[in-house]
């Protein structure tokens, strides 16, 4: 993932620290360009490791680790710090005007993942109790207006697009009369995508700029694909100096980009990554905390945004429900799809797990873990009629054929599936009752 080698460089460099006691001016040294080795391998901009490095340094041959009880630990706290510093510091959260609508403005190449960003940023919105609308601007790609009709259907939310006499082809009259007619219709947040080109060009950001101060956004989001590499600096200078903008979104932090060059966006351009963006999928999103990017990074783990994960996808009264019908033996497959679907709406289990300290550790466990099974489990209780999900007793050989031959596994494949079904609904039972479960072979407890 982005920041992988990064992470590895980094958490390689401290264990090595790990074993002296006192650091001598050499071991800071050592670790120090270690450490700006990685950072420059990892395509962070030069002037960014410089500073980086040097602070890093200072503090490392001061007081703060020469009295500290544990050397090591303490220069790990001073690159968090540090990091957390160059990723922009305190979270910095959307600012909503203070009569409505919000006007939010997207910038950013074609490609980089706005109209994907559009989606995304209006249905957690829209979770929290706004009612956002998106607008299409961008009137340059050939179905960047559908595209959006598209994503503000899987969101949920409203889209203004140009009908014809209405400003057709002319960005600047689209999105003024958007502002006007989501005024209108009471939505108090407007995102407003714009078009985007392959590079960086003159024309391009004079309609940025144009609509800029046609809507008087209340943010400018410039939206920064991670996998650009060592051009994000560049392009993001461009675009400050020529639209200007309030805030960063990193895009596909999913991918295996080295990263780096996302990391010095905030420092070079002095503006906060508000956002990060994980995946295709709209609810690949979250809000960027600087400092649980910065233990990620340095493997010390991200609790908190796993947590939050967890509790967006958990209905309490969901888990009421369920647990009464363990104890009351009403469990059935039906029931045992809906919790893994649940469990798939939270996200990517890998990028979840991922999120756990010392997890860099344990890569190789991540990297078999199989998302895939959780796919088949998923077909092959698909291919059974409504009638088996709540009666697997009546699941005899050839109907466990014909699931197989259904969902393109093997009877084994079903057979263990069931199994593990049945095991799991008699545990379940068991605790629902307030008993302990009994592993099988290990006796009572
Ligand atoms: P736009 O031209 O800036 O509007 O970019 P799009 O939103 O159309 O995105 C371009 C492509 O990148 C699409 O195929 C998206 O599905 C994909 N994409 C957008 N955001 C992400 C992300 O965070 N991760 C991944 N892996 N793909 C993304």
């Known amino acids: 993932a ?13 264990s090595a620290l790990r074993t002296k006691g006192k ?12 450490i700006r080795r990685a950072l420059l391998d990892a395509d962070v901009a030069l002037p960014v490791v410089k500073d980086f490095t040097a602070a890093v340094r200072e503090r ?9 009880l544990n050397p090591a630990q303490q220069v790990v706290q001073i690159v968090n710090d540090e990091l957390v510093g160059i990723l922009g510091g305190e979270q910095r959260r959307l600012q909503f005007a203070k009569t409505p609508p919000t006007v939010i403005m997207l910038a950013g190449l074609q490609g980089a993942g706005k109209t994907t960003l559009a989606g995304k940023l209006a249905k957690w919105l829209k979770a929290d109790g706004h009612t956002p609308i998106l607008v299409a601007a961008d009137l340059q790609r050939p179905n960047a207006v559908q595209q959006l009709q598209v994503v503000g259907e899987q969101a949920g939310v409203a889209v203004y697009a140009p009908e014809p006499g209405n400003g057709v082809g002319d960005p600047v009259k689209v999105a003024k009369n958007a502002i006007k007619h989501a005024r209108d219709k009471q939505h108090d947040v407007v995102i407003v995508d714009t078009a985007g080109r392959l590079g960086v060009d003159a024309e391009l950001m004079k309609q940025a700029a144009n ?10 989001l410039f939206v920064i694909d991670a996998m650009i590499g060592q051009d ?16 960063v979104v990193l895009s596909k932090l999913d991918g295996d980009a080295r990263g780096g060059a996302a990391l010095s966006v905030a420092s070079i351009t002095g503006r906060p990554i508000m956002f990060a963006s994980t995946g295709e999928g709209l609810d690949d999103f979250e809000p960027f905390h600087p400092d649980r990017m910065a233990s990620r990074i340095l493997d010390l783990g991200d609790i908190l945004t796993l947590i939050e994960q967890a509790q967006k996808s958990f209905d309490e009264e969901d888990a009421k429900r369920t647990a009464e019908k363990f104890a009351t033996d009403s469990f059935t497959l039906e029931d045992f ?53 709540q009666l697997p007793k009546l699941l005899n050989g050839s109907r466990r054929l014909r699931i197989a031959r259904g ?14 079904f049945e095991q799991a609904a008699k545990m379940m039972k068991t605790m629902a009752k307030g008993g302990m479960p009994q592993m099988p072979g290990m006796g009572p407890m």
């Open 211 to 220: 609509i800029r101060k046609a809507v008087d956004p209340d943010e400018v």
């Open 407 to 420: 969902s393109g596994t093997t009877v084994t494949e079903v057979n263990a599936l069931v199994n593990r």
């Open 2 to 14: 982005t920041f992988g080698t990064l992470s590895d460089r980094l958490t390689s460099t401290f």
């Open 60 to 68: 490392a041959l001061g007081d703060e680790v020469n009295k500290a």
């Open 337 to 389: 799809l809906a919790q893994m679907q649940q469990l798939k709406s939270m996200g990517s289990l890998k990028g979840m797990l991922g999120m756990l300290p010392g997890a860099r550790g344990m890569k190789d466990q991540l990297e078999n873990f199989d998302e895939g099974e959780l796919t088949r489990t998923e077909a092959i209780i698909q291919s059974m009629t409504p009638k088996e999900r």
């Open 232 to 247: 994000a600096v560049s392009t993001a200078k461009a675009f400050q100096e020529g639209v200007d903008f309030t805030g």
């Open 23 to 34: 650091l001598s001016p050499a071991d800071v040294d050592g670790t120090v360009r270690e």
